[in-house]
């Protein structure tokens, strides 16, 4: 097998019709979520988020989207992990959606601010509280001896809070919202013609611009 000959058919790509754009960019973005969840996609919410260190560079990695409004998309995190701090530094992110089966990718860009403790407070009480355990037992982009460490921090949290009563919301764990200044639906088509539509934010609200493949 080699990479470069790997090759795949966009034969079966949906149509796209541009006239059906919807016109408000979160709209368009709940129309495909929804259709990305009826195909099947394994985690449709899981998105590249990609952010600038104190020293410029870029880095990335996968966080899952918890909620999508017209304030922005919000993801939650360790405040003390190498996103959080990049975040510090440089208050703008992308975040990208592939959505293999269907053909699609959609980029956003835009600003990052801290959600509210109370907001942040509603969602960690839905988590399951293995994962609320997990998250204090784990201090998130800290070098660890090995995975033993893991698992007696999970066990002290454990002894500590139990499985029955509410968790408290840590300090350090909480969400950011990325409020978007644009948003890019790509939908693959056959010939490599695919289709860009991109809403940016001005003084008047969403304008949509279509751009080369
Ligand atoms: C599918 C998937 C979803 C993930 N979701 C989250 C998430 O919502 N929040 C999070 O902090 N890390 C999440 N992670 C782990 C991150 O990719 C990353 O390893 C971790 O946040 C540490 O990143 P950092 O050191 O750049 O801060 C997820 C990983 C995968 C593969």
Known sequence: MSISSL????DNAPSFDVADL???????FHAWFKEAVDADIMEPNAMTLATVDYDGRPDA????????????????????????????AHS???????WDK????VRIRGAVTKV????AQAYWQTRPVKSQLGAIASNQSQTIKDRGQLEAAFKAALDEHGLDNPIPLP???GGYRVIPSTIEFWQGQQS???DRLVYMRDAEGWQVKRLAP
Do not use: I
């Not at 703008?92 to 592939?98: C, I, K, P, R």
């Not at 269907?102 to 990718?105: E, N, P, S, T």
């Open 22 to 28: 919807a016109q408000c960019p979160f709209d368009q």
């Open 116 to 119: 509210g403790r109370d907001e």
């Open 92 to 98: 703008e992110a992308t975040l990208v959606f592939y």
């Open 102 to 105: 269907l053909f699609r990718q």
């Open 192 to 194: 490599r013609l695919h």
């Open 61 to 88: 990695r996968m966080v899952l989207l918890k909620d999508a409004d017209p304030r922005g998309f919000t993801f939650y995190t360790n405040y003390e992990s190498a996103k959080a701090r990049q975040l510090g």
């Open 7 to 10: 090759r795949q058919s966009y």
């Open 171 to 173: 300090d350090d764990w």
